[in-house]
């Protein structure tokens, strides 16, 4: 099937440069022009779907915004693609940059079969001009030779830093993760197709949204032993693989419980973990959304520098 790329401009999907400028709310600051989100100053990673649904949400506060206002906006039309996983997706990226809640939001509130509405008070300030002086017809031509230099020097710079680094970018070596088959341990067999279902979808997710550096592997039988028979070691040698993701479905009283654990290899040490309850009752509802939370919470980690010059650290050892 066609996969479109979104486009904010088709025809029929609503426009957001009308608000364009910084908008402010809580701790955080939101170029719109730019996509970038600053929490007191300092840049929060946000991928290119997740900060065009936020500017989207932030441009239509004070109502509730529709998925399908949202599809039309961001999606657009004439795109195939897998919306409703997408959506959610987007959603919990940016519930994580915030460090908000589903359950208990101070940002983004979902209005159940409707939308969202961004609920946080919002100011909006238009950009700095940059401030420019015309150089006048009567300049020296001195001055008017020491502004030519100047610029083609600025040039040259700009050219040779744009060579060094798009060769720096083609010798990164690939960060390699690992998702081993989640663990049903509720005692109940019918959990089990859950728990692969889960794993395939985090694997999905995480091929598909996650961040560009990051090789997944999810296929490999030795991924798939059982817990007792699972070698961290020998998955980290084996796979070459720098991070594996480990999973455990669980029946607490009256609640199914969900454990992702995201570890580093080969030193097996915790980087994060996610934890999931819904009613047993509602098998569907956390199916829908563990993988979408599960991937955006480790995504965001994955993507974070201090994780991987930690990693670097312990393997240097």
Request: charged content about 20%; glycine content about 4%; aromatic content about 6%.
């Amino acid at each position: 099937m066609p996969n479109a790329s979104p486009n904010l401009g088709q025809p029929n999907a609503p426009q957001m440069n009308s608000n364009a400028g910084i908008v402010r709310f809580a701790i955080f600051e939101f170029d719109v022009a730019t996509s970038e989100l600053r929490r007191n100053g300092i840049l929060v990673r946000l991928q290119a779907q997740p900060a065009k649904v936020l500017a989207y949400l932030l441009a239509h506060t004070g109502g509730t915004v529709s998925r399908e206002e949202l599809h039309d906006a961001i999606w657009g039309t004439s795109t195939f693609v897998d919306f409703e996983r997408g959506l959610n997706v987007c959603i919990a990226q940016i519930r994580s940059a915030l460090g908000d809640e589903s359950s208990a939001p101070h940002f983004i509130r979902t209005i159940p079969r409707k939308g969202y509405e961004f609920i946080c008070p919002i100011q909006r300030a238009e950009p700095a001009l940059p401030q420019t002086s015309p150089i006048s017809a009567a300049a020296p031509r001195s001055r008017r030779f020491l502004i030519s230099s100047f610029a083609a020097v600025l040039l040259i710079a700009t050219i040779v830093a744009s060579y060094l680094y798009a060769r720096t970018r083609s010798h990164i070596v690939p960060t390699t993760v690992a998702v081993a088959r989640f663990d049903n341990e509720t005692g109940d067999p019918q959990l089990d197709h859950f728990s692969d279902t889960l794993t395939d979808d985090i694997v999905a997710q995480l091929t598909t949204n996650g961040p560009k550096n990051l090789r997944i592997i999810g296929n490999a039988a030795i991924l798939r032993a059982p817990r007792q028979q699972r070698d961290l070691t020998r998955i980290s040698s084996t796979l070459n693989a720098q991070f594996v993701i480990l999973g455990q479905v669980q029946r607490i009283g009256s609640q199914t419980r969900i454990l992702a654990h995201l570890i580093r290899l080969p030193d097996q040490s915790h980087v994060w973990v996610v934890r999931l309850d819904q009613p047993v009752d509602k098998p569907a509802a956390l199916e829908d959304t563990a993988s979408s939370e599960i991937t955006a919470q480790f995504a965001a980690k994955l993507a974070d520098p201090a994780s991987l010059t930690a990693l670097h650290r312990t393997v240097s050892r």
